[in-house]
């Protein structure tokens, strides 16, 4: 485990990685003695700064959700992060690179609450019972640190989470078979990449619960409002300036950004 000091020398290095668009060493690198619960730490004292600087908390952020993808960073669970709502960006948007590192982008559902989710205990029923509607999204990932890198490092910095684009058709979480939401990845009108969202822990909505059952063991939990990313059911697709990025989701619709 990390003293006090490192954990907050760790963070001040992912801030200015973030604000200067140049990673950071691997923390695993500068501190041999990191452990997960030092990630979380880290990423929490990240998340508090930006709060303190005025960012709003919008929701979080699941990762790791695929035993093949557990398995390459060392891990039996998924990870997570948090959504501010600087991170957001609309359907049809053109989204600047000159502050990203290595940008990528996966496809994944989106859950709105509209209840709170307080575990422990928290089952697949709770969370279709708290969801308001489910809707397809984007998430735009990104380093701070530089690859390869471990579990530690992804959960310092904040699950790899750098954005999230939210379009195409809200559905009610029981009015379709979650499971079976499938969709393609298109890079200039090129598939890249497809999927089905049942890839996610068997089912999206289990990933939310683990998440719900996950903050109780940090005192905290899911708020109504709140915008819970799933868990990506594609593998990552890199951008690039000029990359235009096609998301379609069958009757759910579509989600199209540009990157300049």
């Known amino acids: ?4 000091s490192d954990r907050e020398r760790a963070a001040t290095l992912l801030i200015e990685a973030e604000r200067s668009g140049v990673p950071c060493q691997q923390l695993d690198r500068l501190f041999p003695d990191i452990e997960i619960a030092d990630s979380y730490a880290i990423q929490k004292r990240i998340i508090d700064d930006k709060l303190g600087r ?4 919008r929701g979080h952020k699941i990762g790791l959700t695929s035993k093949a993808m557990q398995s390459t960073v060392g891990i039996n669970e998924p990870d997570y992060g948090h959504l501010l709502d ?5 359907d049809g948007e053109t989204i600047s690179t000159k502050t990203l590192i290595v940008p990528r982008v996966e496809m994944e559902l989106a859950f709105v609450l509209g209840k709170p989710l ?3 205990n928290v089952s697949l029923f709770d969370v279709l019972d708290a969801t308001d ?3 397809p999204a984007l998430e735009l990932i990104d380093g701070r640190s530089q ?8 959960i310092a910095d904040n699950a790899a989470c750098a954005g999230i684009v939210l379009g ?6 029981l009015d379709v078979d979650l499971r079976w939401v499938a969709g393609l990845l298109l890079k200039n009108g090129v598939i890249e990449e497809s999927g089905v969202s049942a890839a996610v822990l068997g089912h999206p909505g289990l990933a939310v619960a683990w998440l719900a059952n996950k903050l109780a063991q940090h005192d905290t939990s899911l708020r109504a409002g709140h915008v819970v990313l799933a868990g990506s059911f594609t593998r990552t697709v890199a951008v690039a300036r000029g990359d235009t990025l096609h998301a379609d989701y069958g009757p759910l619709g579509s989600i199209s950004v540009h990157f300049s």
């Not at 485990?1 to 006090?4: E, I």
């Not at 005025?54 to 908390?57: S, T, Y």
């Not at 690859?147 to 530690?152: A, K, Q, S």
């Open 147 to 154: 690859y390869p890198r471990r579990i530690v490092d992804n």
């Open 1 to 4: 485990m990390l003293n006090a």
């Open 133 to 135: 509607y489910v809707v």
């Open 86 to 90: 600087s991170m957001f960006y609309q």
């Open 118 to 120: 307080t575990g422990p």
């Open 54 to 57: 005025g960012a709003v908390l």
């Open 168 to 173: 195409g058709r809200p559905v009610k979480p």
